[in-house]
């Protein structure tokens, strides 16, 4: 069982930064690949990164490759999505999630989901 929670989001102008951080509990953490995923109103939750448990293995959305950095820190149990030159179209509520597997994109290879934090980007 692996609990997650996120922070570090935030009501930026356009162009701007934030780091999200998740941290989860459990003692296997370093074991989980982990996600990032992001719901604008009225959207469906959408991939945007993730990362295998080393760290050595990293997707990106197409909308946010070159702009997002996902990280972690399995000492800490913790990981990280810097997001710089923010658009508006970034708004949404971002989640991480975690599976005890190979990284993934899919929402349904996930299973276990924090409650989100909501990132807002004004024009």
């Known amino acids: 069982q692996v609990q997650l929670v996120e922070s570090g989001g935030g009501l930026v102008q356009a162009g701007g930064s934030l780091r999200l951080s998740c941290a989860a509990s459990?003692?296997?953490?370093?074991?989980?690949?982990m996600g990032w995923f992001r719901q604008a109103p009225g959207k469906e939750r959408e991939f945007v990164a993730a990362?295998?448990?080393?760290?050595?293995?990293?997707y990106y959305a197409d909308s946010v490759k070159g702009r997002f950095t996902i990280s972690r820190d399995n000492a800490k149990n913790t990981v990280f999505l810097q997001m710089n030159s923010l658009k508006p179209e970034d708004t949404a509520v971002y989640y991480c999630?975690?599976?005890?597997?190979?990284?993934?994109?899919?929402?349904?290879?996930?299973?276990?989901w924090g409650q989100g934090t909501q990132v807002t980007i004004s024009s």
């Open positions: 999630a975690a599976r005890p597997s190979q990284l993934a994109q899919k929402l349904d290879d996930y299973a276990y």
């Open positions: 459990g003692r296997t953490f370093s074991r989980y690949a």
């Open positions: 990362i295998s448990w080393s760290g050595g293995s990293i």
